[in-house]
């Protein structure tokens, strides 16, 4: 079962500057890593204009393309897929890494910056983790805002994330 884990916080908390970091780590150790994004609203993922985003504006209920290094699709949905369901179009990797998903059932590792909130929004029997320069008296294991190469260490060996594990299978 490929682990998955949800980086949560507060807006502006730090969570995508660390991930990006995260992510390098991992893959520097040959982990093959897939990332989802929650957002509360609308988005753009296309750019208007171009063919895909004039398909789509078209009518199309799907949109793909392909290039001979990477893929996107764009699906309209009726409602919101859970974490459950698109995990299953994340195949062929070792780790699942959400942004968001704070109300999700997954792993929680949370990000509490001081500079934005004092206060966490999850609660500590929620999270894993907190990466945090902020003092808190949870017992949780605590990581400062600049400690990625600890998180990865920690995350290989409390999701027992296995290099090339089996493609689709999730564990949420």
């Known amino acids: 079962m490929v682990p998955i884990i949800s980086f949560v916080g507060r807006a502006n908390s730090g969570k995508t500057t660390f991930l990006v970091k995260l992510i390098q780590e991992l893959k520097q150790r040959g982990y093959r890593v897939a990332v989802l994004k929650h957002h509360h609203g609308d988005f753009e993922f296309d750019r208007p204009g171009k063919d895909t985003w004039l398909h789509a504006e078209a009518g199309a209920d799907i949109v793909m393309i392909s290039s001979p290094s990477k893929m996107a699709m764009i699906k309209k949905i009726e409602q919101e ?18 942004e968001g998903y704070k109300h999700e059932n997954a792993s929680k590792i949370e990000i509490l910056r001081s500079a934005i909130s004092k206060e966490p929004v999850c609660n500590e029997t929620d999270l894993l983790a907190i990466v945090t320069d902020v003092r808190t008296e949870f ?10 190469n600890a998180v990865a ?13 089996k493609a689709g299978e999730t564990n949420v």
């Open 81 to 98: 897929l859970s974490l459950k369901e698109l995990v299953l179009y994340a195949s062929g990797v070792d780790l699942i890494i959400t």
């Open 139 to 148: 017992s949780i294991p605590k990581f400062a805002l600049e400690d990625v």
């Open 153 to 165: 260490d920690f995350l290989i060996d409390n999701l027992n994330i296995q290099k090339s594990s």
